[in-house]
Each structure stands twice: as C-alpha cells, then as structure tokens.
C-alpha cells in the first residue's frame, strides 16, 4: 500500500536536498539496522524521508529577501515591539533528532518596523537546519539587527531537545533556554527585564 498523499505539498519546499543521494543513504540505513528494505512497509520508506528533508532543512535554501519582501515600513514608533511563543521545530546537528520550542523576539524600532508574520518567518529560516538552540538564537537576533537597524533587539528561546529525552541522559522534563540581547535590552536592565516580563506573563509550560 502507498501513501503519496503528502509528495506534491512537499514538492513546493525550497531545498537544496539531493533527494535521489538521501534516498540511496537511507535504504543503506534501513539494511544497516538489520531490517529489508524492499518489505511492504519500508519499501517507500527511502523516498518518503529524502522528500521530508527537502521540508526540515529547508532553511539552507530560504532567501532573506523573498522573506522580507518589501515588508519594512517607516514608522514613527519607539516602544518595544514583542512577537511571542512563535512555536518551532529543528533538528540537533549531533544527532540528527528534534528539537521543539518556541521563541520570543522583541526589537525597539529606530523608525523601521517589519511585518509581523515576517518574524515567525525568520525563525523557521533558522529552525530547518541542522542546528544548535544557542547559534540558532544567535543568528535570529543578528538578522534583525542587521535588517533593521533598531535600538535593540532580543530573543528568548526554549525548547525541548529529544535527544537528551530519548537517549543519553533520559531526562523528559529537562528544558534549555538560550537568549540573544543587542543594544537596549543589553544595556538597560528596566529594558530587558520588561522583555522578560511580557513572555513569562500568562506563559505555560511546555509539553508534549
């Protein structure tokens, strides 16, 4: 039995992906563990996960400006501009299984502000790569430095990472926070600490 339901929607992920040498990599993977590869319900299994990376990983291939879009606008607004609980998934370089959080982004405009679905935008770009939650926090914040210009930005990031959950240590309610502060929220404490304020308000924990 196939279940192509998913192929077409995949299709449509930018990815720089070589689908045919991770389909030949991961049938090399299902032998490896000792398993038939061409048996009724592996036998799609190669292609079905070559095709999910082109989704997962799909940030190497993402463009900064198609992104943006043309989204930034010149607003005379100083206060603090917060985007919370924008829920991600990404996958832990060393060992290839997820981690699932999500990320709190304030920036103080410096007469520039982006539009708002851009910024959950941005933190899919950095969450489909192979990665680490601190680079992964770092790399949000100095894309909208750079790309705004602001008075200062900062992102909170907590997540959830399956493989201290699943192996190693074995700890479920194990979580880890990262943050990146630029300008204001580095050098305020009354700013960085309203920062924190707002995402711990009203703030539930995480769960599978």
Do not use: W
Request: glycine share 6%; charged share 30%; hydrophobic share 40%.
């Amino acid at each position: 039995m196939e279940f192509d339901d998913d192929m077409d929607e995949l299709e449509s992920f930018p990815s720089n992906v070589d689908v045919e040498s991770a389909k030949r990599s991961i049938h090399d993977l299902i032998r490896a563990v000792g398993e038939d590869p061409e048996r009724e319900g592996l036998i799609n299994t190669p292609i079905r996960v070559a095709r999910m990376f082109t989704e997962l990983l799909s940030g190497y291939s993402a463009d900064p400006q198609r992104i943006v879009n043309g989204a930034l606008f010149e607003v005379k607004y100083d206060e603090m501009v917060i985007v919370r609980d924008i829920e991600f998934y990404s996958l832990c370089e060393h060992h290839m299984l997820p981690f699932i959080g999500r990320a709190h982004v304030a920036y103080i405009p410096d007469g520039k502000v982006l539009g708002l679905s851009k910024i959950p935008r941005i933190v899919d770009m950095y969450a489909r790569r192979l990665q680490v939650q601190e680079r992964m926090t770092r790399q949000i914040a100095d894309f909208l430095r750079d790309l705004l210009k602001p008075q200062g930005v900062a992102v909170v990031v907590e997540a959830m990472h399956l493989c201290s959950m699943m192996r190693g240590v074995k700890k479920h309610d194990a979580r880890m926070t990262t943050s990146a502060m630029h300008g204001a929220f580095r050098a305020n404490l009354a700013t960085r600490q309203e920062f924190l304020d707002n995402i711990s308000r009203g703030s539930e924990p995480m769960r599978f």
